[in-house]
């Protein structure tokens, strides 16, 4: 067994005796040495591999589900799971790996779960019907979510001290950079070898971050005894819960929500696990999820203002592309669309590291959440004559405030966790992912359901005006006829092709106006979340002068 004996010396942390600036803010994280320049750079380049390809771990399939549902002979519903299975497991995951890392440090948390995400990655190769992706997708989100971690880690190693929080928020927003990224990548990669080179070019990611991860060491952590019995009745009800509730807002707008049993019966399980959770969290002298500060008024309002904003966001995923694709555009002719997109997430990155100003989080969250409303009211102007052009400037606007809003939100919560006590941070990293993966999931189902309904009402209203004997409907049909009079011989079957074409000319206009009515639908909540933080700051204010 010396091979035993030898992995453990590999994995096992160096020891390190701490200065007193560089003892690690808690057990888990890195210690704060200085390094010199040339390592800071490396550190650099190794935190934006990890970041992106955690971010490439759902872009990618996000980005290609028509592919990748042509490939495997999938249905709507059913390649609807692949990124929806993924958000259940990622989602909770993390309530655990913070243990993990208090209890056995930070090289064995690396590179145990890269040798993982590789060892997955690699199997997507083989996927070859529904199941077996399931499979995959959902080990590949457990394995995937340590990722944005260590990326937030490297990152900080690579700033001096004195910008440790700026380099936060630009670690947080690596991974934002993945979405556009996915989107211009993808047409180059399908017309090499179809789906797999997708995964293909995954897998070489995940195995360049495991080689920089073993080149490039974290400093150590201070390591403690960190697992609890009741953590592993706790985790499985929340995690069973939360994946739950993932998985009816990933498919219940594409599979109907009142037409599908199955939706009913993942509500009525997901509620009291969730509910017996948080019971059990309630009692317990060290829990995973502190109830008592979740309830608090600092914490309530946070979790609807980034609820709201993840809604808000969602304009983008959801809106402005499943416009173009309504309207016949898809991503080999939407290079330079997600081009602008990437840039302007670049731009908002580093405006918000640049700005950032503990005393000051409010302002940015404002300011993002303004731009989307004012970017969506334009964007509810659209027509069938909209192409991606006429979206580039709001486009860019709502990426830009898309990546603005994440780093500022995770340090008003972090920040608060750790006055609280280092025992709330666990809380607090599961409630933001949490609210950033579930409010995703929730806005594209809200989005998505408003679109429906109203496409729906705008083809019965468009239908209504539809009179067979106006000279200019008439028209319309006897040119529609006229059009495919060369293929179709038959007078009555070219004016009933006529007929098809009008008809399919009014779907478009209806889906058309139903996302201009989602447009408005944002541009009114985001205008209302941007006058509630309005009267917080200005309560807040208020009561500062008072006092």
């Known amino acids: 067994m010396r091979w035993l004996a030898r992995l453990r010396i590999f994995l096992t942390e160096e020891e390190w005796r701490f200065a007193p600036h560089e003892v690690p803010t808690m057990p888990g994280s890195p210690g704060s040495p200085d390094h010199p320049r ?22 990618l399939v996000a980005a290609n589900t028509v592919t990748l549902a042509g490939a495997l002979g999938l249905d709507p519903a059913q390649i609807a799971w692949l990124p929806t299975v993924y958000v259940m497991t990622n989602v909770s995951i993390n309530l655990l790996l913070i243990k993990f890392r208090q209890q056995f440090g930070l090289r064995p948390f690396a590179v145990l779960f890269l040798v993982v995400y590789i060892v997955l990655t690699f199997g997507h190769l083989f996927v070859r019907d529904f199941w077996s992706a399931i499979l995959v997708r959902a080990a590949s ?21 004195k910008w440790r929080l700026r380099a936060v928020v630009v670690g947080i927003g690596i991974p934002q950079c993945a979405t556009p990224l996915a989107r211009l990548f993808s047409p180059e990669l399908l017309a090499m070898s179809q789906w797999r080179t997708l995964y293909l070019f995954e897998l070489g990611l995940a195995v360049l971050s495991l080689a920089a991860v073993l080149a490039f060491r974290l400093p150590p952590t201070v390591r403690q005894k960190a697992f609890e019995p009741l953590d592993f009745v706790t985790f499985p009800l929340y995690a069973v819960g939360i994946g739950l509730i993932a998985a009816v807002l990933g498919l219940g707008r594409i599979v109907w929500w009142l037409e599908a049993e199955w939706i009913a019966w993942a509500l009525i399980a997901a509620i009291p696990m969730l509910a017996a959770a948080l019971v059990i969290e309630h009692g317990r002298a060290n829990p995973l999820i502190n109830t008592r500060w979740l309830a608090s008024g600092d914490i309530v309002r946070f979790i609807v203002v980034t609820f709201m904003a993840r809604i808000v966001l969602s304009e983008q995923s959801f809106g402005a592309v499943g416009l173009l694709t309504a309207l016949g555009q898809n991503n080999d002719q939407l290079v330079p669309f997600f081009t602008i997109m990437f840039v302007a997430t670049v731009a908002g990155v580093a405006v918000s590291a640049a700005t950032l100003n503990l005393e000051k989080l409010t302002q940015p969250v404002m300011l993002a959440i303004g731009l989307v409303a004012v970017a969506a009211f334009f964007d509810a102007q659209s027509t069938s004559l909209t192409r991606a052009p006429q979206l580039y400037v709001t486009q860019a606007i709502i990426a830009f405030s898309g990546a603005l809003f994440i780093g500022p939100s995770l340090l008003f919560g972090m920040t608060r966790a750790l006055k609280a006590g280092t025992g709330h941070v666990i809380t607090f990293i599961a409630l933001f992912g949490v609210l950033n993966s579930i409010g995703s999931l929730g806005g594209t189902a809200l989005l998505g359901t408003y679109q429906v309904v109203r496409e729906k009402a705008n083809s019965a209203a468009i239908v209504q005006t539809i009179d067979p004997t106006d000279p200019i409907v008439q028209q319309r049909l006897a040119a529609g006829a006229g059009g495919v009079a060369g293929v179709v011989g038959d007078p009555a079957l070219a004016r009933a092709e006529g007929g098809a074409l009008l008809s399919r000319t009014a779907t478009r206009e209806a889906t058309i106006l139903a996302y201009d009515d989602v447009f408005r639908l944002i541009a009114v909540l985001a205008g209302a979340t941007f006058l509630y933080l309005l009267f917080l700051l200005l309560r807040r204010r208020a009561r500062e002068a008072r006092s």
């Open 38 to 59: 040339r390592r800071q750079a490396a550190y650099l380049v190794v935190a934006i591999l990890i970041g992106l390809t955690g971010g490439f771990g759902n872009a």
């Open 141 to 161: 989100g457990m394995a995937g979510a340590p990722l944005s971690t260590l990326c937030l880690y490297y990152l900080m190693q690579s700033f001096p001290a």
